[in-house]
């Protein structure tokens, strides 16, 4: 049985960081592109970030710069570094896992944690 376990949320103001992790089980890791998608109220969950097995990462232009996307295949753990947070990044963070190549859309990957929130002061 999959799971994909989310941590790392929280409240911070407006240009603080945080960093967000999730934990993998009953799956290949090292064989899954893993990704990042947010949800916030009232809106469509949106793709963040993606890296594949070998390390490649790809983002929404407009997360460029600000988060950082990494994963431990050791540890079957993918990471969100959030830096420079602004109110409009509130929202629940979702991680999702696909066997194969990366993709952008929701549809495509499989597998999905329950998120967690992430909440930004201004």
């Known amino acids: 049985q999959v799971q994909l376990v989310e941590s790392g949320g929280g409240l911070v103001e407006a240009g603080g960081s945080l960093r967000l992790s999730c934990a993998a089980s009953g799956l290949t890791f090292s064989m899954y592109a893993m990704a990042w998608f947010r949800q916030a109220p009232g809106k469509e969950r949106e793709f963040v970030s993606a890296?594949?097995?070998?390390?490649?990462?790809y983002y929404a232009d407009s997360k460029k710069g600000r988060f950082t996307i990494s994963r431990d295949n050791a540890k079957n753990t993918v990471y969100l570094q959030l830096n420079s947070l602004k109110p409009e990044d509130t929202a629940v963070y979702y991680c999702?896992?696909?066997?194969?190549?990366?993709?952008?859309?929701?549809?495509?990957?499989?597998?999905w944690g329950q998120g967690t929130q992430v909440t930004v002061s201004s």
């Open positions: 890296i594949r097995s070998g390390g490649y990462t």
């Open positions: 999702a896992g696909r066997n194969g190549n990366f993709a952008t859309t929701r549809e495509a990957y499989a597998y």
